[in-house]
Structures are given as C-alpha cells and as structure tokens.
C-alpha cells in the first residue's frame, strides 16, 4: 500500500511484546462479552519487530461498531488493542480501498479515519475492506487490511482483521498479506503466517511453495509446517519475507498444501521506484559534519522525507546509530521549483521571508546558518504531496567559512512519467459469479506490464495497483473472473506501469452486480372470447444469447388493477431454452413469465403481455319463423356468469343494429326475451352484452327469423 506520509519523526516504535522476527501467541484470554465465532487479528509492528496474532483460542474480541464506525477492542496476553476505522466524511463503511488516511477522530474532511494500537498524535494510513457486512446495524462481517505509520514515521504498523468470514478445517492467518513499500535490494519485515488446525480430526501439510507472477521478489524465510501432523487447535509458522527484485507492484501467492486442500495466501508489496540517499561531505572546522563525510542508503537504513511545495523535510535513521534532519523552505510566497537554486538561505524556522534551512544531527545543531539549496529535481503527486526529490545544498554553522555539503534524494529517478492508461476497458458479467474484462494496452515503449485489481462494491475504487483481490498481472489485454458474489457489484482498477516503477492512474471500470438472462414472451392471440385458449411461449437465454436449459419458468398473471403476481402454472425449460403453456383466462388478465434465479444465473422477467377476454353470449330463437303479430322468445346465457347484468337484444334495420328489448341475466347468468316483430321480412337479431372492469364486450352469433 502506498502511503503519504506528513513530517516524519525517527524514533523507533516501542511494542508492548517483541519478539524480533518471530511470533507472538497470547495464552488466556477473558470469557467477557467476546465475539462468538472464529476471528483473527494480526498485527506486525516495523518499529519493535514484534508480530502479534490473536484469535478466539487466545483473545477477546469486542465489537463496538456502528454503522459508520469499525470500532473493535483486542484483548489478550494482559495487552489490550484498539482498531478504529472511519469512511471519508463519516460514510457508512462498504467495501473499498481507503488511501490517505489520518488520525480517527481528527481526520480533515474528505479524508478517511484510521488508529491502529492508539498513541499517536499524528497517524498516516490507508486501508482497505476486502468484505464487510451488516445487520439490523451490528457489524457482522469484516476483511480488512491496514498500513497504520505513527507521528508520520517510515516504518509502519501493518495487519489483518477478519471475522464474521468462512473458516476451513485447515486455516491461515492472515488470509492475505500486503507489506509496506520496501526498495528493491532492501529487506521487508519476516512476517509469520500461521497454520491452525480448527477442525476436529488432523490434519497434515505436505508442501509449502511459492508461486504465481513474481515469486522472486518474496521469500520463504523458515518453513516449520512441512511435513507436519496438525492436532486439532494445534498450529505451525511459515515465515515470509517481501524482498523486492525491482520496482513496480509486485505480486506472488504462498501455497500450502495440506491433506483436506490447498490454502492460497496472496501477497503483494510495491517496490519503491528511484533512488533515495543521503549523502553529506563536510569540510574540516564544520561543526555540524566534523569533517567527515557520510554516505546512507535505503540497503541498511531508513531514509525518509516528506512535504510539499513550499516545505521539504527528511531524516536518516542509519544502523549504525546515526541521526540526521534536514529541513528546507522557499522564500516567502514562492514555490520549490525542479531546476531552481534557493540563495541566502538562514536557519530554519527564523528565517524570516527569505528562504530557510536546517540540517543537523548527531546532536549538533547551528544557532545561526547561511546557505543555498538547489532542487535539481522535485515533483510532487496530485494531492500536493512529495512524489521525487534530488536536492544539493551547502550550509555554514554560525556564518563561518568551513561548510557541509550535502546531496539529499528521495525517489530521485531520470524517467518520472508514469505510462498512459489503459483504453477501451469494459466488464461484462458471464454468469451469476463470473465476468470477462478487457481493455487496450498504450503503446509506451518502455510499458512493463499491466495490473487488474478488485474489490466489492463501488463507492471505494481500488485506485492502489497493490490493493484489492488481483485478476491479472502481465501484458495481455483481458482476463477472466470467477468466484464473484452472485448480485454483487465490483470496481476494478487496470494500471500500467513501467520498468523504472511509474504507475498509471487507474482506469475504473464496474462489474454489474446482476447477470440476468434474457426472457421473450410471445401470446397466440391478445384478445379471445371466454373459454377459448391461448398460447404462451417464451425462450430463456443468456447475454450471449445460448440457450438456457433445465431451468424452472412461471407464468404468471395480475388482475386488472392490482400489483400482485400470482402462479399460474410451472414449467421447465427445454434443450433450446423454450417454454410453452396453453392458458384459458378467465378475464383480461396482465401476463409475464418468471424464470428461477440459480447458482450463476440471476431471476429473468419477461415483458409484461395483456390477454384480453370478451365475455362469451349465446342466443337461440323458439321458432324460425312466425307470423305478423307473434310473438317470438330468445334465450341464452353469458360466460363468465354476470347475474344480475343486462343483455340487449337488438335488431338490424336500417342498415345498422338498434335495441329493440332488455333482459336481466338469472343468478346463473342466462336470459329469456320475447318480442313482438312490426313488419314483416327476414329480421336478423343478436344479443349484446356490455364491458364491464375485467371483460371485453360481446354479440351472440347472429339469427335470423322470417316474419309472414
């Protein structure tokens, strides 16, 4: 994870347990209100060499989230530890990668929150939520990493926190291991990762390996669980190391091999691009330097700086015990610009307006100064702050003649361009948990290889090439993702970076949480007469448009005016992906077909089609034919049953139909109507039967009566 650090201080943190190099296991642990399920924390600490694990066999674990605050308490061994961790502007947390972090509660707006183990007046940080989930506002699931620096010190507090996760019978902890950015030919902090048995019969490790995209760059320091029987609650170390080869991200994968399956734990680190040194030559009678001249490099010691456009600090902690500061600053309303010399500049910070600086150490500092700087090369990231530095600066104690020399540089590299982004980036889901991303590499010459990284949800893009879960290193243009959380959103970052490190800016693309299938519905008829049939057919396919076989469908159907979908009837798809039903509605009626969600497909809903039914009239004549002065009776019925509705009987004259009689339909919806015809001829006559909410009008067939 890449951290932006403030003004640095250079004394060593000081854990509460050291064990250099190797592990802590607490013994105990309270029976207060502890977390119920499996849980483990890790903890490795740069500045003690102290690597603390808890879990629930050795700790307590205290929940005390809400629902915009990872508030956890860790207890054990007599030692107790505080995690807080907040979203920018205090969001609710999702899922994410959060950079830049600084002290909780005192974080500047816009900015995340994050205090590791508390004690710190100023934190630098970032972290990030692999997973997290919860319920009726308690905090039931968390994966979580963080890189935790104290009073904006180089060397870091770093770990896992993760419950509320699936465990296995043969488990790790960590599940996932980052380091801080370590040099290329320097040496990480050995971090342990511990090998548990938590189910009930034995188990047995038979390999440990490294393996995937860069496993040069990281090394097994001691294996102790090859070969080994495990016991149930027993456990073993396997202790690793990031050990960079060359700048850039950097990523491999611990296999470990055991007799119940194979534990993959990713590891990742960045390293660091440029060359950062601190060199100082003094001349004889310099009190500050006495003469002697002084070479630290990041292969044995720490060497850190910081700042911004208008302040530039930085200091060394060298192995062999020596301590040096340096500070440097513009004149007053101006810049440090890459090229520029800064002259006449006196001891900071009684500089007054003109320019300052301050170098000192080893317990010697100038009451007063005067000198120049020249910023052979600086630059800075987007947010302000100090991305390269190569600095030359010659300083005089107390305005003497002797002087110290110095050459001071902090990521210092020829090629600071970062390569283009990636083009064309898009992320189609291809089944309920897996999804296809492809994008177009630039053409930059000297483009090392390219970078995919995710992570759950949207808000919290991995914009870090070293976090979030990796889909792909290499040089290829795409890259296919199982294992997705069917429903589930996801960001993906694509980076590119070069051979002397520069990393591109992310391009952020999104993989839709829903892979719906597709679901046709096509009816034989929109309009029938009650009790006719109508046909519903349908096909169920995927994106791609193969058919989707085996799979259950519904027809279902809604009452004019409601919202309720009800089942009608249940069907399975064919080797084609279709579905028929024959249906017979009773009334006008909305129609759909539902198709069941499944293990990689998500539920499909087909068009809305409206079946509309008319009412179904019969009418028959007691005579065919009757003299003037008759009278002829017409009966029938209506289907559905309408009792208490009224039918028309209406003749046609004229060249058009007039209702010439009313009727009442009986309580079972049939009728009888005499009329008495007024001339004589062939009269044809038919009942009609008005709509009503939830049925089409109708006539009867037509009849026809002679009237002599």
Request: aromatic share 8%.
């Amino acid at each position: 994870m890449r951290v932006r650090r403030g003004r640095r201080t250079f004394a060593s943190l000081i854990g509460l347990l050291v064990v250099a190099g190797g592990l802590a296991v607490f013994e105990g642990g309270a029976s207060a209100a502890a977390y119920s399920g499996p849980w483990s924390v890790t903890l490795s600490r740069e500045g003690s060499g102290a690597n603390l694990v808890f879990d629930e066999t050795n700790a307590v674990l205290t929940n005390s989230s809400t629902s915009n605050l990872v508030n956890l308490d860790v207890s054990g061994g007599g030692s107790s530890y505080d995690f807080e961790f907040q979203a920018p502007d205090k969001a609710a947390m999702a899922a994410g990668w959060y950079p830049d972090a600084q002290r909780y509660p005192f974080q500047e707006a816009g900015r995340p929150g994050m205090s590791v183990a508390g004690g710190c007046n100023e934190v630098t940080g970032s972290f990030e939520v692999r997973d997290i989930a919860w319920s009726s506002g308690t905090l039931t699931k968390l994966w979580l990493l963080y890189e935790h620096h104290c009073e904006g010190g180089e060397k870091a507090d770093f770990g896992e926190i993760r419950f509320g996760m699936p465990t296995a019978s043969t488990d790790v902890e960590p599940h996932a291991l980052h380091w801080p950015d370590t040099y290329p030919g320097g040496q990480s902090k050995v971090v342990p990762v511990l090998v548990r048995q938590r189910g009930t019969s034995a188990g047995s490790v038979s390999a440990v390996a490294l393996e995937g995209a860069n496993p040069q760059d990281f090394a097994i320091r001691t294996d102790e669980c090859t070969g080994q029987t495990l016991d149930e609650g027993q456990s073993c170390l396997v202790n690793v190391r990031f050990a960079p080869q060359a700048p850039g991200p950097r990523t491999a994968v611990l296999r470990i091999t055991t007799n119940a399956r194979t534990i993959r734990v990713p590891l990742d680190g960045l390293g660091v691009a440029g060359t950062t040194d601190w060199s100082m030559q003094s001349d004889s009678g310099d009190y500050i330097g006495g003469g002697k001249t002084y070479h630290y490099t990041t292969d044995t010691d720490i060497v850190a700086f910081s700042g911004s456009r208008t302040l530039v600090s930085g200091g060394v902690d060298a192995a062999n015990g020596d301590s040096w500061g340096a500070t440097f600053v513009p004149a007053q309303g101006d810049i440090l610009v890459q090229g520029n010399t800064y002259p006449d500049a006196h001891r900071y910070p009684f500089n007054g307006t003109g320019a300052g600086m301050n170098v000192s150490g080893e317990g010697r500092g100038c009451n007063k100064l005067v000198g120049d700087f020249t910023a052979d090369q600086v630059g800075f990231t987007s947010t302000g702050t100090l991305d390269r530095l190569d600095l030359t600066f010659e300083q005089h104690c107390e305005e003497g003649t002797p002087a110290l020399h110095g050459r001071l540089r902090y990521r210092a590299r020829a090629d600071y361009t970062a390569p283009a982004r990636v083009t064309n980036a898009t992320a189609t889901r291809t089944s309920g948990t897996t999804a296809h991303l492809t994008w177009s590499n630039p053409a930059d010459a000297d483009r090392a290889g390219t970078v995919v990284r995710y992570l759950p949800d949207t808000s919290a893009p991995p914009t870090d090439p070293t976090a979030g879960h990796l889909a792909y290193t290499g040089n290829g243009t795409s890259v296919d993702l199982s294992g997705l959380a069917s429903g589930r959103t996801y960001s993906v970052g694509i980076f590119t970076y070069d051979s002397t490190g520069n990393v591109s800016s992310a391009r952020v693309v999104t993989i839709p949480g829903s892979y719906a299938p597709t679901l046709s519905f096509t009816t034989s008829a929109t309009s029938l007469t009650y009790g006719g049939a109508v046909t519903m057919s349908g096909r169920l396919t995927d994106p791609q448009g193969g058919a989707l076989p085996s799979i259950p469908v519904h027809v279902q159907y809604r009452s004019l005016g409601s919202s309720a979908w009800k089942t009608l009837v249940s069907g399975t798809t064919s080797s084609t992906g279709q579905i028929t039903a024959s249906i017979k509605p009773s009334a006008t009626r909305d129609f759909r077909l539902l198709s069941d969600a499944s293990e990689q497909y998500a539920s499909a809903t087909s068009p809305v089609v409206r079946v509309n039914v008319a009412q179904k009239v019969t009418a028959a004549s007691d005579k065919s034919s009757i003299l003037l002065g008759q009278t002829l009776t017409i009966t029938g019925s209506v289907a559905p049953s309408h009792a208490g509705g009224t039918v028309l009987l209406q003749a046609y004259y004229s060249g058009a139909w007039h209702t010439v009689k009313s009727a009442t339909l009986s309580s079972s919806s049939t009728y009888s109507v005499s009329y008495k015809p007024s001339s004589k001829g062939s009269k044809p006559f038919r009942v009609y039967r008005s709509a009503d909410t939830d049925h089409l009008a109708n006539v009867s067939p037509s009849l026809t009566v002679t009237v002599g």
